[in-house]
């Protein structure tokens, strides 16, 4: 006796749930994957009766954090050591002679971090320098 059925069907991998399980699950990774922010520094920049708002164009913009730390036109760097920031304001530099370097240190930085600044920038030889400063509210009469 015989049991065993004459027509064997082949067995099939049906592939529409798992590609439907795939497509879910690359939605929810586009979803919940947070996007690459730039890191910059929070300064707090000291009041000034003269400070005026103008951007400069084509300058080295060197930042100082409250706890030293330096960027250079938007990018930190690694560390605060002189040599470090010497040669991230070259590259900023770039082609340029003689830019224009402003300085925005923090209210709460070390005058240490600040001298540490335009020493780099006058090894570079780079004499037009500028700090940042809030404009103070006019006090009226």
Request: glycine residues 6%; charged residues 25%.
């Amino acid at each position: 006796m015989n049991f065993r059925p004459q027509n064997r069907d082949e067995p099939e991998l049906n592939l529409i749930p798992m590609i439907d399980v795939l497509i879910v699950l690359m939605i929810f990774l586009v979803l919940t994957t947070t996007f690459s922010r730039e890191t910059g520094l929070e300064l707090q920049l000291p009041k000034s009766q003269s400070a005026v708002s103008e951007e400069s164009p084509k300058g080295v913009d060197i930042a100082i954090g409250a706890e030293g730390q330096f960027s250079v036109n938007g990018k930190s760097l690694p560390d605060n050591r002189l040599e470090t920031l010497r040669e991230a304001i070259k590259a900023a530099a770039g082609e340029q002679r003689d830019p224009m370097v402003i300085v925005s240190a923090d209210r709460a930085t070390r005058h240490q971090h600040v001298v540490t600044a335009l020493d780099a920038a006058s090894q570079l030889g780079f004499g037009h320098i500028s700090f940042a400063a809030e404009a103070a509210a006019e006090s009226k009469p």
